[in-house]
């Protein structure tokens, strides 16, 4: 899925000098909807693109699949944690508690729904999401997602 997403946005990256790197620790699959699951990177590694193209300096993309040391609170499975993390210019504190939010965007095009559809799928895909952001560093944006083992699929489908 990154793969492809890499690909659909390529010019978007190359015409911005944006540097994209995607690396597996061999988690395995997530049990996940898939189109659900392209929704949420899309719009995540979109926004880090439209985050770096007035950046200076570094541009950078990273995106990392592995195996997480935090567990499901109802099965006790180890998750599976997807970070989408950016060189760009950062999240103010102020809003990264409302970024989550219908209809808020620090952008002057957009009406605010991204982010607000992205952590509705990521919860209707059983997972979470977690963001981290330092202003003038960066922001890393991680879900949480069950593996593809039967006990994880057992409570994703309760």
Known sequence: TVEEIKSFLNNDLIQNGIIF???ENSPGAVYADRNHLYTILLNLIQNAVDALKSQKGLRKIEVQVRQSDTRCPDC?????????KDTG???????????FYPFFTTKAEGVGLGL???????????????????????TSFVLYLHPVTPEAIGCVKK
């Open 21 to 23: 790197e995607y690396s």
């Open 116 to 138: 607000f559809l992205v952590h509705k799928m990521v919860k209707e895909n059983k997972g979470f999401i977690r963001v981290f952001s330092e202003v003038g560093k960066g």
């Open 89 to 99: 210019p950062g999240i103010k504190k102020e809003d990264l508690e409302k970024i």
């Open 76 to 84: 006790g499975q180890r998750l599976v944690e997807i970070e989408v």
